[in-house]
């Protein structure tokens, strides 16, 4: 690529396929409501969120674009901030900045494209998913949800302050979310994994998309679920029921996966953890809990255009 | 593509290299706040500007993304038009819509991603013109400018309007700008093409950019420049000097080419016009006057963040 052309280049490795996403970063993001995320945070979460999109397809990352738009009161330096971070998580990850654009526009808005290789045909769909799958996170869930319920709930001053370690730890779940890409040469690669899907949106929600595109049902053990430490210390404070932060407000960047058993189940794989199964069809997603009888699904995703985290916050 | 998985599935076609560019529409757009470009017109728009891109890089379009992100009070009929828009145009080239991300923000905010393919290292820089070149574009310029100083002058009511075949084709040029993709597996394959840019920042700008990367000069014959018809009427009767339309504010999406002479030039291919020559080093853009005396670039490009095309008129 030259800098300054029209376009930038990238030579296909031989026999793969291109996959391509783009995400947006709400400029309602609490985090940056909150006063919680810099510049250099916002880029690179922008960078992370779309690679974790080419890393859910079990391609590897090859570059990132970026488009901003921006008031003309923008601070040359909070852009810069926003460019390192951006380019230093794409970085970390084998997606250099190849492109981008930058406009004005009546308030900040940021957008990034990512692209990455894979395989010819094999690239990880949402419907892969068969009768007898199991389901399987990548790792713990539900920081994220437990961090946008603390500091809604702190800021309002409804409840007291966690330790400070607890709360670091919340802030890194809220600011820094890191895409998985470490899996894509291991887990994604092995030939039990027959679907994959980020959890950008809840589990509860990315559990619901999964089964629709599978056409099958799902069922998941409550007590299976590798919920965060920090998430019962939430609950508890907040008065918001654990399996509401847990299935509900995504953006952990974990993955969720789908694994057949017949082609041998790496259990322990990367922090693998199994919390379910693929069952009959078109029932959606069923919680067992430790009665064994199932429950509707608790809490709900993020909903674009109507989420206000404040609603899951009890007395809120 | 699965609709619905985190990313989209692009095959490369063997050999070739991916062109990748992104383009947002700045949705201060003077066409929207006149009034005088629809939602199918914006997400028309948004497609021809990402796809000349491509095609000023000799790349064949393959696919797009949108980006898009939307007030709660913005008309889900709006967006259907703004969409249907873009698939539309993206079609026309060969582009069809493979991917997208839809979003909450504050003010309405579009962009779009377009991917395409290239032999290898068959790519068309800007930095490729070489001593002796000759500068072309691939169709008449100006028409857009004309448009903008017209539709700003007439809305203040300082000038009379122009016939409606005038007013027509003026709005054409404003509101559809239509990428020359048909120029691709004609002249942009051509071996004599050394360089291509488009002209989407003003004939201008676009000539000092295409210098500077090549670190040479270039020296255009004023009476050369195919100007479009209505930029003589809009230059009558707003005062606006002519050559200040024609080199100033861009979006006609036509080609800047440099041609090398050794190889053959096809001078009437696709209604191409020799404009220039790629001279000395170093001296930037010099403009021959009928007397054959250089003189300074007239007009100037369309400069985000500080761009008023009512500068331009007389008396503004």
């Known amino acids: 690529m030259g800098v300054g052309d029209d376009a930038a280049v990238l030579q296909p490795p031989s026999g793969m396929d291109m996959v391509i996403s783009t995400d947006r970063v709400p400029t309602d993001l609490l985090a940056l409501q909150f006063g919680l995320m810099g510049m250099r945070d916002l880029g690179s979460y922008l960078a992370e969120v779309n690679i974790s999109d080419i890393i859910a397809m079990a391609a590897r990352p090859a570059g990132l674009l970026l488009n901003v738009g921006l008031p003309s009161d923008f601070l040359i330096s909070d852009f810069r901030e926003v460019l390192e971070g951006f380019i230093e ?159 509900g407000i995504g953006l952990d960047l974990e993955l969720l996966l789908t694994l057949s058993p017949a082609a041998g189940l790496p259990e322990e794989a990367g922090g693998l953890t199994l919390i379910g199964e693929v069952v009959e069809s078109h029932h959606g997603v069923r919680v067992l809990r430790g009665d064994g009888r199932p429950s509707p699904l608790p809490g709900r995703g993020w909903q674009h255009f109507q989420g206000d985290p404040e609603d899951l916050i009890a007395g809120a």
């Not at 290789?117 to 094999?122: E, G, I, L, P, R």
């Not at 389901?135 to 319920?149: I, P, Q, R, T």
């Not at 994959?196 to 056409?215: P, R």
Request: aromatic residues 6%; hydrophobic residues 40%; proline residues 4%.
């Open 89 to 247: 998580a794409g970085s970390s990850h084998g997606a250099p900045l190849v492109g981008g654009d930058t406009t004005y526009a009546p308030s900040p808005t940021f957008s990034a494209t990512a692209v990455g290789w894979v395989a010819h045909d094999s690239a990880l769909r949402r419907g892969g998913a068969k009768l007898g799958d199991r389901v399987a996170v990548s790792g713990n869930v539900g920081a994220f949800g437990a961090a946008l319920v603390y500091f809604s709930a702190r800021r309002t001053g409804r409840v007291n302050s966690l330790s400070s370690r607890t709360e670091q730890r919340l802030l890194e779940a809220l600011v820094k979310p890191k895409a998985r890409s470490e899996l894509v040469d291991g887990l994604l690669g092995e030939p039990c994994v027959s679907g994959a899907m980020d959890i950008t949106d809840g589990l509860g929600q990315t559990l619901s998309e999964f089964a629709d595109a599978s056409g099958m049902g799902i069922d998941v053990v409550e007590s299976h679920i590798p919920i965060d430490d920090t998430v019962a210390e939430v609950s508890e404070i907040t008065g918001t029921p654990l399996m509401d932060i847990a299935f």
